[in-house]
């Protein structure tokens, strides 16, 4: 099996994802071809690469330094498990210009010890 982590396969690997992206919503609009359409498909498209946006960093970053992404199938047992659980933490500031401040960054060895 391949190098995973080969920067060369990485960027095939996203501008595969583009292609298909394209591919698949060209399709879709030579089907049904108007504003409509096309609105809904953009709107639902920046809708879902907020949530994994969502569910990768800023579930991470700002509610909970413990967690660590790694698939949405992994956020959705974290998240129907903490939903069970009943319990919740606090969130901590708002994500500005999508990068986390140094003075609230948790760092590895801070979470073991509950961020004090």
């Known amino acids: 099996m391949g190098d995973i982590t080969n920067p060369r396969l990485l960027y095939l690997k996203g501008g595969l994802f583009v292609v298909t992206g394209l591919l698949a919503s060209g399709l879709l609009l030579l089907e049904c071809p108007s504003l409509k359409v096309a609105a809904l498909l953009a709107v639902a498209i920046w809708c879902f ?9 800023v579930v991470e970053h700002y509610v909970d330094p ?13 998240a129907l498990a903490r939903q069970r659980a009943g319990r919740t933490k606090t969130a901590g500031p708002p994500a500005s210009a999508g990068s986390v401040p140094d003075e609230h960054r948790v760092e590895p060895s801070d979470a073991a010890d509950g961020g004090a």
Do not use: H, N
């Open 49 to 57: 690469a907020r949530a994994y946006y969502f569910a990768f960093y």
């Open 66 to 78: 413990d967690y660590r992404f790694a698939g949405l199938w992994s956020f959705a047992r974290y």
